[in-house]
T-cell receptor
C-alpha cells in the first residue's frame, strides 16, 4: 500500500523554465511533508518542508504547495538550473511517529 | 562538521552469507534511522532508534534483519542468511533530538548485492 505516490517517474525541463514535481498521499494523519533531492551515489539531502497548517512554503527558487483537501503537494523550482537534475523524493510524517514515508521519486532532467 | 558516514560503500556477498553494515551518525544526533531503497522503489523504512528508548522495528522485513546501536552512537544493521531480494541500497539517517524539525540527514548508503 503506497501511502505516498509520485506518479511521474521522470520529468524533463529546459533551463530557466519552471519545474513542477507532484506528490499525492492517502494517509490523512500525515501532518508534515518534506522534499529531498538525491544525486547518484549520494544520500538524499533535505530541500524544503511544509507543515499541514500551511499551504505554501518558499525558500529561494524552491516553493512547496500543499492542498490538504486534495491530499496533494507539489514542488516548484523556478528558474530550473542544470544542477537541479537529480531524483526528487517526497516524504511525509504522521503526527505520532518519527519515521518518514517516502514516495518512489521523480527523476528531473534540466536541459540546456 | 562531519556528516553521516556509512561503511562499506559497496558490498557483494553470496546468497546465504551474513553481512554487517555500519552507520556513524552526526555527533550529538540522538535519533538514527535505517532505510533501504530497492531498484525502482522509494525509500523503505526499516528501523528507528531514539536515545535509550526501545527501537521501532516495525519496518524490518523479516527476522533475518536486526540492528543495534551501541553507546547511543554507531549503529550496525545485520542481515543473516542473505537472499537475492535483499539486494538494495541501505541508507542510514540521523536527526537531532528535542527539536521540532523532522529533517533527517542521510549518509551516502551501502549498496548491497547478493549473488
Amino acid at each position: 500500500d503506497q501511502q505516498v505516490k509520485q506518479n511521474s517517474p521522470s520529468l524533463s525541463v529546459q533551463e530557466g523554465r519552471i519545474s513542477i514535481l507532484n506528490c499525492d498521499y492517502t494517509n490523512s494523519m500525515f501532518d508534515y511533508f518534506l522534499w529531498y533531492k538525491k544525486y547518484p551515489a549520494e544520500g538524499p539531502t533535505f530541500l524544503i518542508s511544509i507543515s499541514s497548517i500551511k499551504d505554501k512554503n518558499e525558500d529561494g527558487r524552491f516553493t512547496v504547495f500543499l492542498n490538504k483537501s486534495a491530499k496533494h503537494l507539489s514542488l516548484h523550482i523556478v528558474p530550473s538550473q542544470p544542477g537541479d537534475s537529480a531524483v526528487y523524493f517526497c516524504a511525509a510524517r504522521p503526527g505520532t511517529a518519527s519515521k518518514l514515508t517516502f514516495g518512489t521519486g521523480t527523476r528531473l532532467q534540466v536541459t540546456l | 562538521g562531519a556528516g553521516v558516514s556509512q561503511s562499506p560503500s559497496n558490498k557483494v556477498t553470496e546468497k546465504g552469507k551474513d553481512v554487517e553494515l555500519r552507520c556513524d551518525p552526526i555527533s550529538g544526533h540522538t535519533a538514527l534511522y535505517w532505510y533501504r531503497q530497492s531498484l525502482g522503489q522509494g525509500l523503505e523504512f526499516l528501523i528507528y532508534f531514539q536515545g535509550n528508548s526501545a527501537p521501532d522495528k516495525s519496518g524490518l522485513p523479516s527476522d533475518r534483519f536486526s540492528a543495534e546501536r551501541t553507546g547511543g552512537s554507531v549503529s550496525t544493521l545485520t542481515i543473516q542468511r542473505t537472499q537475492q531480494e535483499d539486494s538494495a541500497v541501505y541508507l542510514c539517517a540521523s536527526r537531532p533530538g528535542g527539536t521540532s524539525s523532522y529533517e533527517q540527514y542521510f549518509g551516502p548508503g551501502t549498496r548491497l548485492t547478493v549473488t
